[in-house]
């Protein structure tokens, strides 16, 4: 058979490289670190990346919030307790947001009249909207009553209106010094309750009355008519400070009680003048009247650090507890892993309980608490490391360091212990929210009560709420949605970590 290739001309044959070196070309791609490589495979998985910025976000929020909130820990208003969000800015735009809104419904016409009443005297208007009307006919003495009943949006805030109370002649002149400065009117016109039908237990109520139920008598125009009192022989200390519109100059403003004054105040402008702001609560108030956006941050600040510090620890023991029973194997190992399921089938909740009532006295909650984690907590890190050393420490690499004299230390801790890294910061990882539920379970049912040192917790926050979660639902819910977002994330963001780690338990990639 005839080979097509044997007539090329002998000129078409040319050398590559004529009389030069041949050498294998340089790698031009960048070598990629075991840690680079992770980080890779990590950004493909989309809901760890987004888990992660969430955890960053609520971090900050820990950090932040405690120092943007005008509030302490210590600042409890007694008043404005479990009230909603309000923003005073935001509330005077009506976007129906922020606006201190509580629905209240069945409101007679004679606390419809109440309320128009505070907006009258005091210029704030507690009532926002009207949500709806209702007319009850009901038989009263033989004749047929039309009752009717209103459904409305209100301002909790402005709701309060006036107040009475005993201020010392100090105080009471300081108020008056506030008002000549300011020109926010915070003491009102004394009513003496005589002139209103000895309704003395309601201090909203500075308009002539027909009857002892408080129904407003009007003039021919429809308009209140002033119950205030001029009777100057009852006046309690002097007043000289700016008074309300339409005031005759004879009006006083407060009675002499025991060494004090006792007088009616607007209590909206009072808080204004002991904090130096109007009430701004972000997330509301909670149940002593602390602000929620604030307290959350403080409970989310300890709650985090708690789980940082517990979750170093148990590393920690775990991970030393677990190199040697992995190293060594054998007797060491079965008489270590003993003791380790010794102490791991004691109730961590039983521990938790009897270390607060026999050690809580002694030094304190909060040690007693990081306590009981570390007492359990380090089991599974330790079997998670054993488990890790029993697989690498047959390797060549080890055996080959053995060989050239290496120490058990050196090889426990520079050659098996590094390759292990990876899935024990992935434990690590998941080990934090683990430490967080507990910690906020156990606050919740009241167990442990960390409020004394650490100002608060989320589980105490959320109980606070569960008791008004009807009524003040706010209470309840924003705790609820840090604690969920934060756990939830964590697991999500040691679930990426997992796969990030460890690639054969990797997820599918396209």
């Known amino acids: 058979m005839k080979n097509e290739y044997e007539n090329i001309p002998q000129e078409l044959f040319e050398f590559a490289q004529l009389d030069a070196e041949l050498h294998d070309k340089k790698i031009e791609t960048k070598a990629r670190g075991y840690f680079e490589d992770a980080l890779i495979r ?8 987004v888990a992660a910025w969430i955890i960053l976000l609520l971090v900050l929020f820990a950090i932040f919030s405690p120092l943007f909130s005008p509030y302490t820990m210590k600042d409890k208003d007694t008043v404005y307790q479990n009230f909603p969000p309000f923003v005073p800015s935001v509330a005077a735009k009506n976007t129906g947001h922020l606006d ?27 009532v926002i909207r009207v949500l709806g009307t209702e007319e009850v006919s009901s038989i009263y003495r033989g004749k047929e009553r039309i009752t009717t009943y209103y459904k409305l949006e209100m301002n909790s805030y402005y709701a309060i209106g006036i107040r ?9 002149e300081e108020i008056q010094q506030f008002q000549n400065e300011t020109g ?13 039908k000895d309704i003395s237990d309601d201090p909203a109520i500075w ?20 119950a205030y009192s001029s009777n100057s022989e009852i006046e309690g200390a002097p007043y000289h400070s700016q008074r309300i519109e339409g005031d005759p100059g004879t009006w006083i403003y407060s009675v002499q009680k025991s060494g004090s ?11 204004i003048f002991k904090n130096g702001h109007e009430p701004s609560y972000l997330f509301g108030t909670n149940n002593m009247g602390q602000d929620l956006f604030m307290a959350i941050g403080v409970g ?12 170093a620890v148990n590393l920690t023991i775990g991970m030393i507890y677990g190199s040697i029973q992995g190293y060594y194997g054998g007797m060491i190992d079965m008489v270590m892993d003993r003791i380790a399921d010794i102490v791991g089938g004691i109730p961590f909740i039983v521990a938790v309980t009897l270390f607060q009532y026999h050690l809580a006295s002694k030094v304190g909650p909060i040690v007693t608490f990081a306590f009981a984690f570390f007492m359990t907590g380090w089991i599974g890190m330790a079997a998670l490391t054993r488990k890790q050393f029993y697989r690498f420490k047959g390797q060549e690499y080890v055996l080959a360091a053995r060989t050239l004299g290496a120490s058990d230390k050196r090889l426990m801790f520079k050659h098996i212990f590094p390759n292990s890294l990876g899935t024990i910061i992935t434990s690590c990882a998941l080990v934090i929210p683990g430490v967080i539920s507990s910690e906020t379970t156990l606050t919740y049912l009241g167990i442990v009560n960390l409020s004394d040192l650490a100002g608060t917790s989320i589980g105490t926050l959320m109980s606070q709420g569960q008791a008004v979660a009807t009524t003040a639902p706010h209470a309840m819910v924003f705790p609820s ?27 599918l990639e396209d």
């Not at 003491?187 to 309750?193: A, H, K, L, T």
């Not at 007088?263 to 009072?270: A, M, S, V």
Request: charged residues 20%; aromatic residues 16%.
């Open 481 to 507: 949605i840090f604690i969920s977002l934060l756990l939830i994330s964590f697991n999500l963001f040691g679930n990426g970590l997992r796969d990030a780690f460890n690639p054969s338990m990797r997820g």
């Open 300 to 311: 989310a600040r300890f709650s985090l650090i708690f789980a940082v510090l517990v979750s």
């Open 100 to 126: 201190g809104a509580k629905t209240l419904s069945s409101q007679n016409e004679l606390m419809y009249d109440k309320w128009q009443a505070i907006a009258a005297e005091t210029g704030m208007n507690p």
């Open 42 to 49: 990590f950004k493909k998985n989309k809901s760890s990346v």
């Open 207 to 226: 308009y002539q009355v027909k009857d002892n139920k408080g129904t407003p008598k009007k003039d021919k125009n429809d308009n209140w008519i002033p």
């Open 184 to 196: 926010i009117q915070v003491i009102y016109p004394w009513v003496e309750p005589k002139d209103i």
């Open 164 to 172: 009475t109370q005993t201020f010392s002649f100090e105080e009471f």
């Open 261 to 271: 004054v006792r007088c009616r105040f607007n209590y909206y402008n009072y808080y």
